[in-house]
């Protein structure tokens, strides 16, 4: 079954001869609205709509909604959105309306959308004659807007702790809704970016950290988190530079410095290249906040910090150590080798066993039947006949021999595992450190607002409007931070 409503329309326009136009829908006398293409087939009216085609008598239809959009060439489309997304990161009505007043004057009495954009400029010179502010790219009044940005902050305030406190999961359920009030403040974008970050959604954690660097393209916190996100999803293109732009602005930073040195061990363990340039100064950064380090009595310690006097108890012990196992690796290597050359004499002696005399058969006499005829014969052994019996107490004193020396290996080896254990190895921590404070420039922001508003311009409007065309005057417009 064929369910594609504009399919439909456009076979039974051709079924029936009918004209398909472009349209926007039908209001019906009744109130009813509906939208899509429309098909003019006689006395009827079709409209294509998402649930199927609906025809209705034309008697019965109080008016056709146009679409102006449908008779605009594709560039007077995209300028038309273009102005449209322009008009709605206006701060004040006024700039919206400046947005309009232009478009319109560069636009040719034929352009179908002016009729659009007309009314797009009608209603933000109503809002400013009204009082309304612009927030979050809504229209509204200032004490809506205070009652939103009040609220978001007290969210806000409440997901910061519960972030501090490692409860993410519980801070995202506050910043969510701090979010929808208003998208625009960084602080928020900040901790909702950690909060995700720290529940394991990188996707989210970078769509709002990238946010805040849009704002504030030199928030350490910001590009060391987000550096820490791509690289551990091994995103280094992304990660590098990002982690790099951090440890340029705060190269004395000991956490950022850190995380630093944990890119380069992750791409040294991962073999990665065409890096170098990159490579290199990470590892000079490095380098430099280790010598200032060192001057503070402070040494590196794999991906730790100890002090001097620690790094050199360190050291010491563990040069002990290393000696005492290196002597007692020569003891288990002679050991071993005694063990082996007991092994082999054992095989030896075991083979030379299964051919070896008794000492019954060295004194066994001449055998004769009972007619007296030689049924075997004495057989003469040479005097260094070893019996069986001499082999075995042999090979008892050999394998009581090798039972001691693989005891004596089995102790030095447990000896060495715990002369091993006195070790203390650098640590190697791979998990990036992540900066929890947005700082204040970041949570104290607010977005600016008119003071004193002016006077609101008049609006050119086309006759369908019933308004006379105007001239927009640019008015003087004080600002103060919220």
Same mark, same amino acid.
């Given at each position: ?8 329309? $456009? ?57 102006? =959009? ?76 205070? =009652? ?89 293109? =992304? ?6 732009? =951090? ?18 061990? &992750?791409?040294?363990? $991962?073999?990665? &290249? ?11 950064a490095t380098m430099r906040l280790e010598a200032a380090m060192n001057e503070r009595g402070l040494t590196r310690w794999g991906t730790s910090w100890v002090t001097r006097e620690r790094y050199e108890q360190y050291v010491a012990g563990n040069r002990r150590i290393q000696a005492q196992l290196e ?25 030379? &066993? ?7 058969d060295l004194v066994r006499p001449a055998e004769y039947d009972q007619d007296g005829n030689l049924i075997r014969p004495r057989r003469i052994y040479p005097p260094s006949t070893i019996t069986k019996e001499k082999i075995d107490l042999m090979l008892a004193d050999y394998f009581a021999a090798l039972a001691l020396a693989e005891e004596s290996v089995m102790e030095r080896v447990a000896e060495g595992q715990r002369l091993k254990a006195g070790l203390v190895e650098p640590p190697q921590v791979m998990d990036y450190l992540l900066l929890t404070e947005a700082g204040d420039d970041i949570m104290l ?38």
């Amino acid at each position: 079954m064929i369910r594609n409503p504009i399919f439909c329309a $456009l076979m039974l326009a051709l079924l029936f001869c009918t004209v398909a136009v472009a349209g926007s829908g039908v209001e019906l006398k009744d109130g009813r609205t509906f939208s899509g293409p429309l098909i003019h087939a006689g006395d009827k009216i079709g409209v294509a709509t998402d649930e199927g085609l609906m025809m209705f008598d034309r008697v019965d239809v109080a008016r056709v909604i146009e679409d102006p =959009a449908a008779k605009a060439t594709p560039e007077q489309r995209r300028e038309y959105r273009q102005a449209m997304e322009q008009a709605s990161r206006a701060r004040v009505p006024e700039d919206a309306m400046k947005v309009w007043l232009a478009y319109l004057q560069e636009r040719p009495e034929d352009d179908p959308m002016l009729q659009s954009a007309r009314k797009q400029l009608g209603m933000w010179t109503s809002a400013s004659k009204e009082g309304k502010v612009v927030w979050s790219g809504k229209l509204m009044t200032p004490a809506e807007r205070d =009652a939103l940005a009040f609220a978001a902050l007290e969210k806000l305030a409440t997901a910061a702790r519960l972030n501090e406190a490692g409860r993410s999961a519980d801070a995202l359920v506050q910043l969510r809704d701090a979010v929808s009030k208003w998208p625009e403040h960084p602080g928020i974008q900040f901790h909702l970016a950690l909060a995700y970050q720290r529940e394991r959604k990188p996707v989210d954690a970078v769509k709002y950290y990238r946010q805040v660097l849009e704002q504030h393209p030199n928030h350490v916190p910001s590009l060391n988190n987000l550096a820490a996100v791509e690289c551990t999803r091994r995103q280094f293109l =992304a990660g590098v530079p990002l982690m790099l732009r =951090a440890v340029e602005l705060a190269g004395d930073v000991v956490l950022v410095n850190d995380n630093a040195q944990r890119t380069l061990l &992750r791409m040294e363990q $991962l073999g990665l &290249r065409g890096f170098e340039h990159e490579r290199t100064k990470l590892h000079n950064a490095t380098m430099r906040l280790e010598a200032a380090m060192n001057e503070r009595g402070l040494t590196r310690w794999g991906t730790s910090w100890v002090t001097r006097e620690r790094y050199e108890q360190y050291v010491a012990g563990n040069r002990r150590i290393q000696a005492q196992l290196e002597a007692m690796a020569g003891e288990v290597a002679a050991l071993e080798q005694q063990v082996g050359a007991l092994k082999m004499r054992i095989a030896a002696l075991q083979h030379q &066993r299964l051919v070896a005399p008794t000492e019954a058969d060295l004194v066994r006499p001449a055998e004769y039947d009972q007619d007296g005829n030689l049924i075997r014969p004495r057989r003469i052994y040479p005097p260094s006949t070893i019996t069986k019996e001499k082999i075995d107490l042999m090979l008892a004193d050999y394998f009581a021999a090798l039972a001691l020396a693989e005891e004596s290996v089995m102790e030095r080896v447990a000896e060495g595992q715990r002369l091993k254990a006195g070790l203390v190895e650098p640590p190697q921590v791979m998990d990036y450190l992540l900066l929890t404070e947005a700082g204040d420039d970041i949570m104290l922001y607010r977005q600016e607002r008119p003071q004193e508003r002016p006077a609101a311009a008049p609006t050119p409007q086309d006759d369908d409007d019933g308004a006379e065309p105007a001239r927009a005057k640019a008015a003087e417009q004080q600002s103060n931070s919220r």
